[in-house]
């Protein structure tokens, strides 16, 4: 159900998500039987495959009702080999699954291979209950696609994780990072240096059975331990890691505090801390994080001088890759692969390290140049609040010059007009000479994030599956899969078939927050067309983004910390508004004569002016309340033939705090259209 209790979804008989590599369509269906299947397993059989099975088969019986009677369904599964107890990145994830209209056969290589399978077959599954006959060949583009959630600036429960996870296997990510240390908490309950755990934090048993609730799903889990900047918390516990002294902090930003890159005492801490890891998380990956260091600490202290000059590191940037060097040298003992954000690159980075591409295109480029293989996390900051379509168009492996473009477009997008000199701030991360030269590494994949400065328990449902799916397909589907309203379609339809799963419910997420926050149901058609504002705008503040503008940022002046409560109306709100996109497409018919559009579009107007009269408006949205009832009134002149002052619409467009009235960059373009 939508924010607004319209059940508005396209149910499309073909909601599949990520779209399968190869499908071939046939007449015909096959009926269920209240969701039951007699599964024969013709050749490998595991504890794992017959609990994929019922978990999955499980969802389907959760839509009985709307299923026909009749005898169970034949699943047919092939599966040539059992997995290794943990997945690992390279696995052959390839099935082939055929409906016919007397059974289901579904063959894989692999258990991997199986379970994505199995999971497409819950996706076919049509409202009135039938599998339409149908044989998908499939395999992924990319072998790591990837969540990573900031478990650090907020606690998110063991719990939420694994509902996380069960959602992930819907679409097929095999990725989930954690990333578990920050200025603000370190959430890991170290055994040899238990002063380092913030409150609330995650035992070892915890998170090792987060992993194995992974694996049966196909998921590997990724530790981050962020270092040496983003270390606050670290350094609060043993200041003795530090040349500086500091306290534990609530703040956000970049914090000054580092680890001592010249103490051995900090890298034996860290062997340590990566044994511990080695313990819980069986991956051959293990992130060490790397971005943002800030280079007050090393620059002030002679000592550090000391060691540079004796060791002929020319600069702060020399430094930190000595670190690393160090740093990747103890993952390498444990058999292990380092990760680091794109900061860690630099010539002296040995090989073998994967780099995680998060400032554009061309510091991809330079890491593939350089001969290190790269995941891609720029163009899916699912904490920026972007619509998905924006997600949708960046892809990994494009050319550096056609993602360039995307990032610029964005800065004169309607839709971001009010941070796009914010957004421009960060061409400074495009460094010159970048472009050119062959590359000597590969894209392996890529990974969306979800920073958690604005993002608790409560939100994350709203805030990850109102867009992940989507760059799910991105990571999985072939390049060629583009469409953007085939795309909306069939992301609108699997949102549906995830809630009748009794998964996640995304809209009655969003509604419960809303509802939370003191909003009523009569508010609903005006909160419902509602986005949080864009980028770090919301994050930052005004005053804040002004002042980095200036190059003045004074980071004590941001509006939110760790402690501030999330639970006001824009924390209900999803990023993008589902009905905004619905009246836009309104309007684009209404552009081309269709009166029945033009008679809807109408009654709309008129209900929006009907708001802005009631008394029982809550404060936060009066302003809003005010500028429909503006944007209403142009909506009807227009419709009347009159001529209206654009200025209204300007107005409109603008933030109204934190909230963007999301159907005026639409409506924009029809009611300013050189015609009208």
């Not at 995307?406 to 472009?435: C, N, Y």
């Amino acid at each position: 159900m939508s924010p607004c209790g319209e059940d508005w979804f396209p149910m499309t008989e073909q909601g599949l998500l990520p779209y399968p590599s190869q499908v071939e369509w046939h007449t015909g269906s096959l009926a269920l039987s209240r969701g039951l299947f007699v599964v024969n397993y013709l050749a490998a059989r595991s504890e794992r495959l017959e609990s994929a099975v019922e978990r999955i088969t499980g969802q389907v019986r959760r839509r009985a009702t709307a299923m026909n009677d009749g005898q169970p369904v034949t699943l047919e599964i092939d599966c040539g080999e059992p997995g290794q107890e943990w997945p690992s990145l390279g696995e052959d994830e390839s099935y082939r699954l055929e409906v016919t209209d007397e059974l289901v056969n579904l063959r894989a290589a692999t258990e991997w291979g199986v379970l994505h399978g199995l999971n497409t077959l819950a996706q076919l599954v049509t409202p009135t209950g039938n599998l339409p006959t149908v044989l998908v060949e499939d395999t992924p583009r990319f072998p790591w696609r990837g969540l990573m959630i900031d478990v650090a600036r907020h606690f998110i429960g063991i719990g939420v994780l694994r509902r996380t996870l069960d959602v992930m296997a819907c679409y097929k990510l095999n990725v989930l990072h954690l990333h578990l240390t920050d200025d603000q908490a370190f959430r890991l309950r170290s055994r040899t240096f238990p002063r380092l755990a913030s409150e609330p934090s995650y035992t070892s048993a915890e998170l090792a059975g987060l992993v194995g609730y992974a694996a049966a799903r196909g998921i590997r889990v990724i530790p981050e331990l962020d270092m040496p900047g983003h270390s606050t918390s670290w350094l609060a516990a043993y200041p003795e890691w530090g040349n500086e002294r500091t306290e534990a902090t609530r703040r956000y930003g970049v914090h000054p505090g580092c680890l001592d890159p010249t103490s051995e005492t900090v890298y034996e801490a860290i062997a340590a801390l990566l044994g511990e890891l080695d313990e819980i998380f069986p991956d051959r990956y293990v992130h060490i994080g790397g971005d943002e260091v800030h280079p007050a600490w090393w620059s002030g202290s002679e000592s550090i001088r000391a060691f540079m000059r004796a060791n002929g590191l020319a600069d702060v940037v020399a430094l930190q890759a000595h670190f690393n060097a160090r740093v990747t040298g103890l993952v390498n003992d444990l058999g292990k692969v380092a990760v680091g954000w794109d900061e860690i690159l630099h010539p002296d980075l040995t090989g073998g390290v994967l780099v995680q591409s998060w400032r554009g295109a061309t510091a991809r480029d330079r890491v593939l140049r350089q001969g290190h293989d790269c995941l891609v996390s720029a163009g899916y900051y699912l904490d920026l609040c972007f619509p998905a379509d924006v997600h949708y168009r960046f892809d990994p492996e494009a050319d550096e010059k056609a993602l360039i473009e995307l990032e610029d477009a964005l800065t004169v997008d309607p839709r971001f007009e009010h941070v796009g000199a914010g957004m421009r701030w960060t061409d400074h991360w495009r460094q010159k000479g970048s472009s050119g030269g062959s590359s000597r590494g590969s894209v392996i994949g890529g990974e969306a994030c979800l920073w958690s400065e604005l993002v608790d328990e409560s939100v994350l449902d709203a805030r990850l599956w109102s867009r992940l799916p989507v760059v799910a397909e991105r990571f999985w589907s072939p390049a060629a899969q583009r469409d953007i309203e085939d795309l909306y379609r069939r992301f609108t339809a699997s949102l549906e078939s995830l809630r009748a799963s009794g998964l996640v419910d995304v809209f009655e997420s969003s509604r419960a927050l809303l509802a939370r926050a003191g909003v009523t149901d009569v508010w609903m058609p005006l909160v419902s067309l509602l986005e949080p504002v864009k980028w770090y705008g919301r994050l930052l503040g005004e005053k804040v983004l002004s002042e980095r503008l200036r190059g003045t940022e004074m980071p004590q002046s941001r509006p939110y910390d760790a402690d501030t409560p999330l639970d006001r109306i824009v924390d209900g709100l999803l990023p993008e508004s589902f009905i905004a996109r619905e009246v836009n497409e309104l309007s684009e018919r209404v552009a081309d004569g269709d009166e029945e559009a033009m008679s809807v579009l109408g009654d709309l107007a008129r209900s929006w002016m009907l708001l802005s009269a009631r008394p029982d408006c809550p404060e936060e949205l009066a302003p809003l309340a005010e500028s429909l009832a503006e944007v209403a009134g142009i909506v009807l002149d227009v419709l009347q033939g009159k001529t209206i002052d654009e200025s209204v619409l300007q107005r409109a467009g603008r933030p109204h705090g934190e909230y963007l009235l999301a159907i005026v960059p639409g409506l924009s373009r029809w009611l300013t259209a050189p015609d009208q």
